[in-house]
Every structure is written in structure tokens, then in C-alpha cells.
């Protein structure tokens, strides 16, 4: 097994967890973003692969560390990287992102309609001080807001979209999924785990693709493509957790579970 993941801390976790199976060989660390999973899976020569599991988002562990800047639970930097070590962080971005397209990315990757006002707001406080801490910017978005329908924060939404930026979940989403089906052997499998609707909307989206596999505009009379279906869909509506499950784990009341079979 070829484990990838961007945040060195998780592999140190698994690493240790699993330690006789990482000194046997039989499972192989690697740090790294999903994107490359083909390129990883040919140094490591295991193509073509049995199966590969996408488990999206972000884990428990990296929410329950105030350092690492995902939540607000608990105030900490406003960080969100998933890797630590590259990129732009959270507070790089409310600081200095246009107001227009601040907004964009917390309507976009948030699904929040007040995201103008709330845009707005991140702007003019970022312009008495800088905005560095998760809590700062918590009581930003949530200053004279309700809170939405369920009950969730009203930053909930706001700090998902930022995440989602900072770490480009959707593009490397888009770019990971053609490249596992380019490396599974016929009669592999495919499966992916999203939590929430974005996800598991270009999940879908792709399946249904490659399941299809011709892409011809449907005015014309015949396929000129000559592209052939390369997926089997196995699930043709999501697999979701039951009441059980939920009850001991209840961040798995949003996951989704999509698979298909390379044909």
C-alpha cells in the first residue's frame, strides 16, 4: 500500500501507528499531494494498482490542533495549510485578497449567500489591524449575523471556503481523479469519500463521464471521438453512514462514499 498525504504530521501518526507494516514494506509513506499519486505509485513499482481510496477534506487530528488554524473552536494562527511547510496561509489570504474576490471564494468553495457582507467586513477590520487569529476572524463573520439553519456557526461556512482556497482542494480533486483511473488495473477499483457537496459533485460528474465515455456533442448522428467508457459506476447514488456509525462518530453524518470498477 502507497500512502500519500501533504501533512507530515499524519504520516508521522500512521508511521508510528503501523510501524511493523512500514518496516516490512508492505505499506510505503510518501509526502506528497494526491496529484502526483501516479508518479508515486511508478517509483515505488506497484502499476498498475489493485484499487484507489481518495479520503477527502481535512481529518479529526488536523481539527483538534488549535496551532494548525482549521477551526475556531479553540483559538489558534490562522494557518488552514495542509502542509505547512508551502503555500499562501489563511491569514495571507484575508489580508490580502481584493474584497470582490475574497467574496467570490467565500460564495464559491462556501456555499455562503452573505458572502459579500461578509467580505466587506474582513476588509474593513483587516484595515484597523492585521487579521492572524482563527477566533479574530470567527467573531468577523459572525458580528450581527444569525446563525444559518441547523445551527452551525456562521463562520462555518466562511472558514471551509478559505480552507478549500488556501490548499486548492477542487483542483487537485479534478487533476487526481483521471490519473487513478489512468493507473488501476482492469477490474480495480475506484473509491472516493467526500463530506461535502463539492466534492462529491465533480466525483460524480467524472464518474458518470467515464462511465459514458463518448463525448460528442448529442446533436451529431454518430461518435467521432472514439473515446470508450473506462469506468463501471458502483454506486449509483452515494453510500452513506447509518445511524450507528453517526452515533459514534458523528463527523461522518456528511461523508459520501462513490466507487467504480476500471473496465
Known amino acids: 500500500m502507497l500512502g ?9 501518526r500512521v508511521a508510528d501507528r503501523l510501524r511493523p507494516a512500514v518496516a516490512a514494506g508492505r505499506l510505503i509513506p510518501r509526502q506528497n499531494n494526491f496529484t502526483d499519486l501516479a508518479a508515486l505509485a511508478a517509483a515505488a513499482d506497484l502499476l498498475p494498482v489493485d484499487g484507489v481510496l481518495l479520503d477527502l477534506g481535512l481529518s479529526s487530528d488536523q481539527l483538534a490542533d488549535a496551532d494548525r488554524g482549521f477551526a475556531f473552536a479553540s483559538d489558534g494562527p490562522l494557518d488552514m495549510r495542509f502542509d505547512p511547510a508551502h503555500g499562501q496561509s489563511a491569514a495571507d489570504l484575508v489580508n490580502t485578497m481584493d474584497e470582490p474576490d475574497l467574496a467570490d471564494v467565500i460564495w464559491r468553495y462556501g456555499e455562503e449567500r452573505r458572502s459579500r457582507a461578509i467580505a466587506r467586513r474582513i476588509v474593513a477590520a483587516r484595515q484597523r489591524a ?5 477566533s479574530a476572524l470567527a467573531r468577523i463573520v459572525a458580528e450581527g449575523v444569525p446563525g444559518h439553519p441547523g445551527g452551525i456557526h456562521p463562520a462555518t461556512r466562511t472558514f471551509q471556503a478559505l480552507r478549500i482556497a488556501v490548499n486548492d482542494e477542487l483542483a487537485s480533486l ?3 481523479l483521471p ?5 488501476l488495473a482492469p ?14 459533485r465533480i466525483v460524480k460528474t467524472f464518474i458518470r463521464g467515464e462511465v459514458r465515455g463518448c463525448v460528442c456533442p448529442p446533436e451529431l448522428p454518430a461518435c467521432v471521438c472514439g473515446r470508450s467508457p473506462r469506468l463501471r459506476d458502483l454506486t449509483r447514488h452515494p453510500i452513506t453512514a447509518g445511524p450507528d456509525e453517526v452515533a459514534s462518530n458523528p463527523r461522518a453524518r456528511s461523508a459520501k462514499l462513490r466507487a467504480a470498477e476500471r473496465l
Request: proline share 3%.
Open 130 to 134: 492585521p487579521i492572524t487569529s482563527t
Open 174 to 176: 479534478e487533476t487526481a
Open 179 to 183: 490519473r487513478a483511473v489512468d493507473i
Open 187 to 200: 477490474g480495480g477499483r475506484l473509491v472516493v469519500i467526500s463530506f461535502h457537496s463539492l466534492e462529491d
Open 4 to 12: 500519500i498525504d501533504a501533512d507530515a504530521a499524519a504520516l508521522a
